[in-house]
């Protein structure tokens, strides 16, 4: 199979001029500002250093707007990827860390090489909403330790562990780390409301507002909290030297369940934050080029000392919004990133790591859509979607997201399974009322002509829709009609149970007549022989001909009046 890479840049470039050049600097560089503390906090939440969340959002950022299928996606370090990154961190440390992102970035490519990244849009929305509010409330948690600046040293990445430590640490609290930790939420809400009135203050994004004054102020004063400096050492003004991390083979079988969990995520959340952008600029990005974009930005990342990324749906929002219509908006930002690392690495030394906290507690708080938890907007919906979406969330805080994805889809497949069933049905047609048939019974009573009409989808979930048939509960006729105007699909199983329902008439010398095949259900009783064994003229197109045939077929004159 021949793969198609043709990155959406390619196709803005035609007509390319000054003014939408213009804009695209305009947003490039709000993005690539916001990007940095946002950059920094989902590192550090992530259990890795400011430095590599940072190089993340350089690396990958540039990559996907570079070779991606989106005008607008703006690629980094995401809070979702956070409770993920930091269990693998806790589990397997950061070297393993870096290898399972390089093999999620194989994955990634893999699959839009492969054309597979429609398929995402499979993921039901309830499933998408239960994951979503789970890892929200998972990424708010693990920020509980440095809001309140609780002293653990290694917190765990176990649900029940980690509410265990949190809870036996409560009374190492440090209140100036939650003064500044308040202070920084309460700015960060503060700055968020005005910048909706006040225009230039939308210009400059909160969460650098509230970094730069908290960082101002802690080093004017030099505040009694843990800050970039004192944890790691600052963040170095120099490239990253670019090499392979350790490999050993031994550890690459147990990296495989964190890979694909990595590139689920990935996958679902840069096509959401795709198709999200697609809405706003009235345009389509290509799902597959997208995915083998993600799948590179990953590999090439941790090169650098980076780990996971993905679509941020936040920064690609605010390139929207700030004017960015095409790939060199993205590409600007991560240029933009570059440049301020290189010239004002040393000033973040002083950033409190309270106020990072903060950024992604907001964060968290805006990623959920807990409306969707309210007993009045549950209410509106069945009991399969309160199912899904309850249980994908339940396991998705308590367990991890892959084991809730699963569950969600294979509870989701379990409904639909069950309610196409329920509304697959088949009916006795009374021969006599429609059609005025006055020869169709022996001198017993008994009929020698059945009519059947189904409806819906004869699939391996309704097979036992036809088991009356099987089962003969009208007596023994000498024919039976199968309307199947209205069958939309039909599989092997159920093809299974109409060879069986024909081989149980053959041994009684009866016969089966189908009629109103649709092109699916026809394709596969021609493909798989059984018209053949059935015989051609037992196929008819509606269910005139079929009761013709079966009179034939019974003994009877086929001159029949019909009614």
Known sequence: MKIQFRPKLLDTLPGYGRAVFTQDLSAGITVGVLALPLAMAFAIASGMSPTAGIWTAIVAGLLISLLGGSRVQIGGPTGAFIPIIYAIVVDHGVQNLLIATMMSGILLFAMGALRLGNMIRFIPLSVVIGFTNGIAVVIFISQIKDFLGLKI??????????????????????????????????????????????????????????????????????????????????????????????????????????????????????????RVADSQIDDRHDPNQELMAQGIANVAAP???????????????????????????????????????????????????????????????????????????????????????????????????????????VLASLFFIYRMSDLTRIERVALEEHYGIKALSREDGTPRILAYKMFGSLFFGAANKLENLLLM????????????????????????????LHRNLQKRGAHLILCGLNSQPGSLVFRSGFMESLGDENVTANITDALLRAQWLSGKSPEVAYA
């Open 473 to 500: 509960q009208h007596g023994h006729p000498d024919v039976v009609i199968l309307d199947l105007d209205k069958v939309i699909n039909l599989d092997t199983t159920g093809l299974d149970i109409l060879q069986t």
């Open 153 to 274: 040293d290694n917190l765990p990445g176990e649900f029940f562990a980690k509410m265990e430590a949190l809870w036996a640490a409560l009374p190492t609290i440090d209140l100036p780390t939650v003064a500044v930790a308040v202070v920084s939420l309460v700015v960060l809400l503060a700055w968020n409301r005005q910048a909706k009135k006040v225009a230039w203050m939308a210009r400059l994004p909160g969460p650098l507002a509230v970094l730069i004054a908290m960082t101002a102020i802690n080093t004017l004063f030099a505040l009694p909290v843990d800050t970039i400096g004192s944890r790691f050492g600052g963040i170095p003004q120099e490239l990253p030297s670019i090499g392979l991390p350790e490999l050993s083979l031994g550890t690459l079988g147990k990296l495989v369940t964190p890979a694909i969990t990595i590139a689920l995520l990935g996958a679902i959340e840069s096509l959401l934050s795709a």
């Open 303 to 409: 090169l650098f000392g980076g780990f996971a990324a993905t679509g941020a749906i936040a920064r690609t929002a605010t390139n929207i919004r700030t004017g960015g219509r095409t790939p060199v908006a993205g590409i600007l930002h991560a240029l933009v990133l570059l440049a301020i690392v290189l010239a004002l690495a040393p000033l973040a030394s002083n950033i409190p790591l309270a106020t990072l906290s903060a950024i992604v507690v907001i964060v968290s708080i805006n990623m959920g859509e807990w409306h969707a938890f309210a007993p009045k907007e549950l209410a509106r919906y069945s009991l399969n979607y309160r199912t899904i979406l309850l249980g994908t969330f339940f396991v998705t805080v308590v367990f991890d997201l892959t084991l809730a994805v699963e569950l969600g889809m």
